[in-house]
């Protein structure tokens, strides 16, 4: 009942441009930080980016800040990730994940957030 699913994912030449999308249902994310995270294989899971549940504050890891942009539309129940300049090393399965536990916040570790996605596939290479 409690549910997040990634979309948006896919093949992309570098340089090339996705939007990431993160519905919600079973539960309404107004009250929710959400956060954006990243595993390549072999590597561990990484943060991305993440949002509070006002959308009032955003981080963003040093390896996408200037490229990707995070956002939320509380009235559609679904969080952006919007990722320009794409590189070959931004290809990763990418997840979404919520977590009600923060106020006026977010944080980036993995071990913050307790609801997550399956995951959608990025891949970007010529």
């Known amino acids: 009942q409690l549910q997040l699913v990634e979309s948006g994912g896919g093949l992309v030449q570098p340089g090339g441009s996705l939007r990431l999308s993160c519905a919600a249902s079973?539960?309404?994310?107004?009250?929710?930080?959400i956060g954006w995270f990243r595993q390549a294989p072999g590597k561990e899971r990484e943060g991305v980016s993440c949002i509070s549940s006002g959308g009032s504050t955003t981080k963003y890891a040093d390896s996408v800040k200037g490229r990707f942009t995070i956002s939320r539309d509380n009235a559609k129940n679904t969080v952006y990730l919007q990722m320009n300049s794409l590189k070959p090393e931004d290809t990763a399965v990418y997840y979404c994940a919520a977590t009600n536990a923060l106020f006026r916040q977010c944080v980036l570790p993995a071990a913050s957030y307790p609801y997550w996605g399956q995951g959608t596939q990025v891949t970007v290479s010529s």
């Open positions: 079973g539960f309404t994310l107004d009250y929710y930080a």
